[in-house]
C-alpha cells in the first residue's frame, strides 16, 4: 500500500490542473480509504 501512495502521490503533482478537493474525493472513491489526515497528508 505504501508504494501505491507514493505512486499517487507523484500522480497528484503531474495532475496540477485538479484542485486538491478534487483529488481528494477521487482518491476516497478509488481507495475507499476512511481516514482522510491520510490523504491530506499526500496532498500537502
Do not use: G
Not at 507523484?10 to 482518491?27: P, R
Amino acid at each position: 500500500m505504501k508504494e501505491i501512495m507514493k505512486n499517487l502521490k507523484e500522480l497528484m503533482m503531474k495532475i496540477d490542473k485538479f484542485n486538491s478537493q478534487q483529488l481528494n474525493m477521487l482518491v476516497e472513491h478509488i481507495f475507499d480509504i476512511s481516514n482522510e489526515d491520510d490523504i491530506l497528508h499526500l496532498i500537502h
